[in-house]
């Protein structure tokens, strides 16, 4: 079946604009993340949608950094007033149920900020 | 904070077992052993994961040791396909995985 899709897979913008970036995970998965990966470096957790829950929102960097999921899909993660150090890889991940299960990497969105 | 540490970088022979290591000494008894992957320009990909025993799948076989302070990652028979960076993970069960610079495996023919 189908993977997890992201996109845009590219996006180039200004500093101080704002990107929208979206995530649609495996059919039937409950449980979405988004990460971040610098150039050279490891992932670095955002945030963690689990079902109906709160989100798990301790990995997000800053206030400008936002994510939701509707109807327990589809994530969209905003990043408002870019920054120059906000250019990296962003990954969306799914799985069927939550962390302790394999998790189902997309292709991930590189942003470059200028 | 990543729990692991792992060599930077790593050759290997194609044809050849690609042997992996990953020191561990702070895991505690619940926490899982996880290996993802990730070749250039791609999202990472589950590779296998243990607690206390030996396991194998089709892609590989991890190795922990008795006390749990080490395990080996091992690809029986590398390819060029097998060269990306390889993640060793320790995260307990229902926690988020923290991903570290992990050892670029390198194969060469």
């Given at each position: 079946?189908?993977?997890?899709s992201q996109?845009?897979?590219?996006k180039?913008t ?11 995970p ?21 945030i963690?949608?689990q079902?109906?829950?709160?989100p798990?929102?301790s ?9 939701e999921r ?11 007033r ?6 990296a ?9 939550g ?6 990497f997309g ?8 | ?8 970088s790593?050759?290997?022979?194609e044809?050849r077992?690609?042997n ?17 992957r990730q070749?250039?320009s ?8 243990g607690?206390?025993?030996n ?13 749990r ?9 590398a ?6 960076v ?24």
């Amino acid at each position: 079946g189908a993977g997890v899709s992201q996109s845009p897979s590219n996006k180039v913008t200004e500093k101080g604009k704002d990107v929208e970036l979206r995530c649609d995970p495996i059919s039937g998965h409950t449980a979405l993340y988004w990460y971040r990966q610098s150039l050279g470096q490891g992932l670095e957790f955002l945030i963690y949608f689990q079902g109906n829950s709160a989100p798990d929102k301790s990995g997000l960097p800053s206030d400008r950094f936002s994510a939701e999921r509707t109807g327990g899909s589809v994530s969209t993660l905003t990043i408002q007033r870019t920054q120059q150090e906000d250019s990296a890889v962003y990954l969306c991940a799914s799985t069927l149920l939550g962390f302790q299960e394999t998790q189902y990497f997309g292709p991930g969105t590189r942003l470059l900020v200028l | 904070d990543a729990k692991t540490t792992q060599p930077t970088s790593m050759d290997c022979a194609e044809g050849r077992a690609a042997n992996l290591p990953c020191n561990h000494s702070t895991i505690s008894g619940n926490e899982y052993v996880y290996w993802y992957r990730q070749i250039h320009s791609q999202g990472p990909q589950y590779i296998i994961h243990g607690l206390k025993n030996n396991e194998t799948n089709e892609m590989a076989s991890l190795i922990i040791t008795e006390d749990r302070k080490s395990s080996t990652l091992i690809l029986p028979h590398a390819t060029l396909r097998d060269t990306a960076v390889y993640y060793c993970i320790v995260s307990g069960y229902g926690n988020k995985l923290v991903f570290g610079a992990g050892t670029i495996l390198r194969v060469k023919s």
